[in-house]
DNA sequence: GACGGTATGGGCAACGTTATTCATCTCATC
DNA sequence: GATGAGATGAATAACGTTGCCCATACCGTC
């Protein structure tokens, strides 16, 4: 339609095109009080027909961005992906648009590059998934910029919490893993070369909690635990560091999916069967470990609507409360065949 | 160190703490051209105990963001994760971040959208991984931002390409599969509703060339195709289709690892075994597949290389080559034990 | 010592938007 | 008809940065 010279249309073509002030066309685009009716009409109709949109950066010198920055370790992690949906689904309706960057998992300093990025490009918000950073520097974000951050237990005043209940998603695998009979079983986690913060880590409190639960069997003798990594090399290694145990153990607990997928190679690769030599159960309940080549048990936490709460308390908070919010989703045990009574060997 | 008080650290205030002008420091920052190296070290000190990082927004409005935007169909696929890593990689070192944005995978409007939110935010350069538009659209964002498209067939002018040769790549799977004796071998696509630019689309390719090498083979009367989507719902489907012919394939070529992984559950499903009943393959070789409890024979092409590729190709235009290159990756086939020869039944 | 060239630093005007302040107009009330 | 309140629109001044142009200092050469 209208001639696409190089330059962009600005508020004052518009305002022009209109005859009106740019203020006027301002606070028609902005929904602001004080535009009549007639106004608000003739404005649009300039809007529409020179195929205005908003500048972006100059908005950001003013004020808002409407854009919503998402912190992940990495994207190869499936479960990040439900988050993800869940929060757009959450957050699009309100114009709001997410941008994401890697954080690039257990490295403090590219950790931190990553939500300096996120700061200078001015997001409304910010949606921090399983930092690893001190608590004190989650706080001073929290205090310049709207934050909620997902998968950390420490308690604050200035950001949001949404998490999962760790203490109960491996209070159900360990249960149900002795339930089935075994008394020797191992487990697989992260370790994190993070002093002072540990305690507030998932992976602190997966482990713990299956300390504590072997320990109120009388199991106590029997915990094995390998510190590795949350991820399929992790859990390779970490399965072979147990499996190399004499007695070995009868089952394996990994804290995530992915290591368990791991651990799953390992078994076999050591000549072993799941579940008849070994049961192996994870958590996370990966779309992955519902395959029947793989069927998993695993600890389902529902990340879409971990993504969607952390979505509508992002907006809270960007729209004013200063409150802090806990959100925790109670996980729940999906059994699959990956697990089972161990053999009488 | 500073007193950290409310307003942030501008260019002025360093100005001011050097004592020379904002001008001077500008060409620090900029590392521009005309400043002595007294001057480079006075201003760097002030920058330094000021703490001092350029404003995003402002420097929006005069031109570079040192940003690059990622669209990404969606973050699930494990496949994308390579490349984003292959890409930041490449362009971390030249001061460059990467910010990725969901376009949503199949729905035209959602990826405009999402297209539009990167040009909104003024990205230096966009990569712009397996579109769906129209290549108008691609061409009329090229025009305006350093653009390229990794995963798509269409040549242009204005827009670098990455890709990996599928027809090779698929060339490879299923002359695997003849050569181990199989006949009746189906194979699973995606199915778009994209009117006119299916040619260019890679699933459009890999199907082609399926048919093209079983015509070769004088096996045209077995070609069966179940179009439905690259996805594990979308494999699952697809095998179930491809199954309930009669006779049934012995072999199963699944346009992605995704959709291998729903195959296989539907085979497992059937109640037939693989690679006894019945062979799958797969193309992308995500990690998932070389475990040992799935060993998926699949196609390998290196998604590191294609993003750092990218990357280096997106700060050539940036830096102002306007002639356009395509890039492309010659696959290769890992064989594992779902495919075998066929059974005599 | 006058001159020209080069290297270096500074002044100023945008970039497009919006918050604030101000001017005008309408209408009801006394 | 004078007054005041409320509604509406416009003018203006930032926001922080950089490109352009000019001023100055320094150097070597004739």
């Given at each position: 339609m209208v001639a696409r010279?190089?330059?962009?249309?600005?508020?004052?073509?518009?305002?022009?095109?209109?005859?009106?002030?740019?203020?006027?066309?301002?606070?028609?685009v902005r929904n602001a009080y004080g535009v009549s009716e007639?106004?608000?009409?003739?404005?649009?109709?300039?809007?529409?027909?020179?195929?205005?949109?908003?500048?972006?950066?100059?908005?950001?010198?003013?004020?808002?961005?409407?854009?919503?920055?998402?912190?992940?370790?990495?994207?190869r992690n499936p479960f990040f992906a439900d988050i993800l949906d869940g929060l757009t689904e959450e957050i699009s309706a309100s114009g709001y648009q997410a941008i994401m960057v890697q954080s690039g998992g257990q490295d403090p300093a590219a950790e931190r590059r990553a939500g300096d990025a996120l700061v200078d490009r001015q997001v409304d918000g910010i949606l921090w998934v399983a930092p690893c950073c001190a608590k004190a520097q989650l706080e001073q974000l929290a205090r310049d910029t709207p934050t909620v951050v997902l998968g950390r237990h420490d308690r604050?005043?200035?950001?949001?919490?949404?998490?999962?209940?760790?203490?109960?998603?491996?209070?159900?695998?360990?249960?149900?893993?002795?339930?089935?009979?075994?008394?020797?079983?191992?487990?697989?986690?992260?370790?994190?070369?993070?002093?002072?913060?540990?305690?507030?880590?998932?992976?602190?409190?997966?482990?713990?909690?299956?300390?504590?639960?072997?320990?109120?069997?009388?199991?106590?003798a029997h915990i094995a635990v390998a510190a590795t990594s949350y991820s399929?090399?992790?859990?390779?290694?970490?399965?072979?560091?147990?499996?190399?145990?004499?007695?070995?153990?009868?089952?394996?607990?990994?804290?995530?999916?992915?290591?368990?997928?791991?651990?799953?190679?390992?078994v076999h690769e050591a000549g072993l069967t799941v579940p008849g030599d070994v049961s192996v159960a994870g958590y996370d309940n990966a779309r992955m470990s519902g395959l029947a080549h793989i069927a998993l048990t695993s600890v389902d936490q529902d990340g879409a609507v971990m993504g969607k709460t952390a979505g509508r308390l992002l907006l809270e908070r960007i729209d004013g409360r200063t409150s802090a919010v806990r959100f925790s989703v109670t996980p729940t045990l999906v059994t699959r065949r990956s697990t089972a009574p161990p053999s009488r060997s």
């Open positions: 010279d190089r330059r962009r249309v600005t508020i004052t073509d518009v305002a022009r095109h209109a005859q009106v002030s740019t203020t006027a066309v301002s606070k028609v007639a106004m608000r009409v003739k404005v649009q109709a300039a809007i529409d027909e020179l195929g205005y949109r908003p500048h972006h950066a100059a908005r950001a010198m003013r004020g808002r961005t409407f854009t919503i920055g998402v912190l992940l370790p990495h994207i604050s005043a200035v950001y949001d919490c949404v998490l999962d209940d760790d203490e109960v998603g491996a209070e159900l695998v360990v249960e149900h893993l002795i339930a089935l009979g075994h008394r020797r079983i191992g487990h697989i986690t992260q370790k994190d070369d993070l002093p002072g913060r540990a305690a507030a880590l998932l992976q602190t409190i997966r482990a713990r909690t299956y300390e504590r639960v072997m320990t109120e069997h009388g199991l106590a399929e090399e992790g859990g390779y290694e970490g399965a072979r560091q147990l499996l190399a145990r004499d007695p070995r153990p009868t089952a394996i607990f990994a804290g995530a999916d992915g290591a368990a997928f791991g651990a799953l190679a390992a």
